[in-house]
């Protein structure tokens, strides 16, 4: 009788355990918080957006792929943008920031462009190197999804319809 009860004991605890391990692992990172400066001047506080999905993609005008990923963006911000979306690009310091103002200019981006000039915008998202990384921050702040490299409408709009409650 007493082996039996050390093994539900030790059953019990592993399960314990296992329950916890499996709840950490699925809780999302809190997103940081930052306040973004736009190319127009705008202050943009990532604490003030919570309650709203928040898209925050890193770019630069020299990566193809970023390229390629804009009409998404557009796509993502006619659509979404009156539900709550909110997007923000935000260019590595490493792009030379004429570049992205004549860029910003040629392609009236309608979300809002903010430069990184010193790198600490990307540090502060898991120390981003890679462009394009794109974000996305759920209502409540935390890191709900991230994708290194291109990604399709596909992979995103699900999600995105999740946090608007679609």
């Known amino acids: 009788m007493q082996i039996k009860f050390k093994h539900i ?31 127009d001047g705008q202050s943009i506080a990532l604490e003030r957006l919570h309650g709203k999905p928040v898209l925050v993609t890193f770019w630069a005008t020299d990566c193809e792929n970023c390229l ?13 943008h009156s539900q ?8 590595m310091y490493y792009d030379p920031p004429n570049h992205v103002v004549e860029f910003n200019k040629q392609h009236s981006l309608p979300y809002p462009i903010v430069l990184d000039i010193d790198g600490s915008i990307a540090k502060a998202f898991e120390n981003t190197r890679v462009t394009p990384t794109t974000f996305l921050l759920t209502p409540s702040g935390e890191i709900g999804w991230k994708k290194t490299g291109l990604f399709e409408l596909t992979q995103i709009q699900p999600k995105i319809d999740a946090f608007l409650g679609k």
């Open 9 to 39: 004991l030790f059953g019990g605890l592993f399960f314990a355990l296992l329950a916890v391990s499996i709840f950490i692992l699925a809780s999302h990172p809190k997103a940081p918080n930052l306040t973004f400066t736009t190319l």
């Open 68 to 80: 390629k990923e804009i009409p998404v963006f557009l796509d993502l911000y006619s659509h979404y």
């Open 84 to 91: 709550g979306l909110e997007i923000i690009g935000v260019s």
